[in-house]
């Protein structure tokens, strides 16, 4: 990392070419951080960054006060394409304890992760394309790719490759009947907005979502957007704003 002094700024440079990613998403994440790791430490005081708005009636963007879970659902597949963001976080969900409760929400999610909760973590991922399995990562801190889950049962228990959605479940339920997986917990990601919405989303209370963007040459904004429900509708959004100078 190299570190230029600027009068009054704060530069930091970030070894991209050193950085590896296990996927798409997680390199996104990876970005979006350091971005965010930028303006902070790059925001001049005078510009009284950051700053926040509280929408309780009417619109913001796309967003309708007022609105149903999946009325909100439709506006933010507009809003995303708009600002250039592609998910929506489900603000305090936790992880599913057995495949029962997740049985009508494989095909809604680009993947799903399996993980121990207890002892040292160990935790599976699959990613999912075109209503199948397309690649299995297991470890723990680091993940490796593999064909199949877990490696050790027979292919009829087995999670391949390839592996369509639909017997993904069935597979599931097997693989819960072995001790040594009877306690793995189930995590969904952030909501994909490229896929349908997902009914459970209506029973959160609260969603989140960010994006960046340029205000003009070395200079760049974050919206960090909080949206709350109450009684099945849209009723508050939560607007943190901050714009910085970048350096590289």
Excluded at 5 to 29: A, C, T, Y
Excluded at 46 to 67: A, D
Excluded at 206 to 211: P, V
Aim: charged share 25%; proline share 6%; aromatic share 14%.
């Amino acid at each position: 990392m190299k570190d230029r002094r600027i009068p009054g700024k704060v530069l930091i440079q970030f070894p991209m070419d050193r950085l590896e990613f296990r996927s798409i998403n997680e390199m996104q994440r990876i970005v979006f951080l350091i971005f965010t790791v930028l303006f902070f430490f790059s925001c001049e005081q005078e510009n009284n960054f950051p700053k926040f708005e509280t929408i309780t009636s009417g619109e913001k963007w796309t967003l309708q006060i007022g609105s149903t879970p999946a009325e909100v659902y439709s506006q933010l597949n507009k809003l995303g394409i708009e600002k250039k963001f592609d998910a929506v976080a489900i603000v305090y969900r936790k992880p599913f304890s057995k495949p029962e409760e997740i049985q009508n929400y494989l095909g809604l999610y680009r993947t799903i992760t399996l993980q121990s909760k207890s002892g040292v973590i160990e935790r599976v991922l699959f990613q999912f394309n075109q209503n199948k399995v397309s690649s299995i990562e297991t470890g723990g801190a680091m993940l490796n790719t593999t064909s199949s889950w877990p490696q050790n049962a027979p292919n009829e228990i087995a999670i391949l490759v390839n592996d369509p959605i639909d017997k993904l479940y069935e597979k599931l339920l097997a693989i819960y009947q072995i001790p040594a997986y009877s306690d793995y917990q189930i995590v969904l990601p952030d909501k994909s907005l490229e896929m349908p919405f997902d009914p459970d989303m209506a029973n959160y209370d609260e969603w989140g979502f960010s994006f960046s963007y340029d205000v003009k040459p070395g200079r760049g904004g974050i919206s960090s957007v909080r949206l709350f429900f109450e009684n099945g509708k849209l009723s508050r959004i939560r607007h943190e704003y901050i714009e910085a100078d970048i350096y590289y």
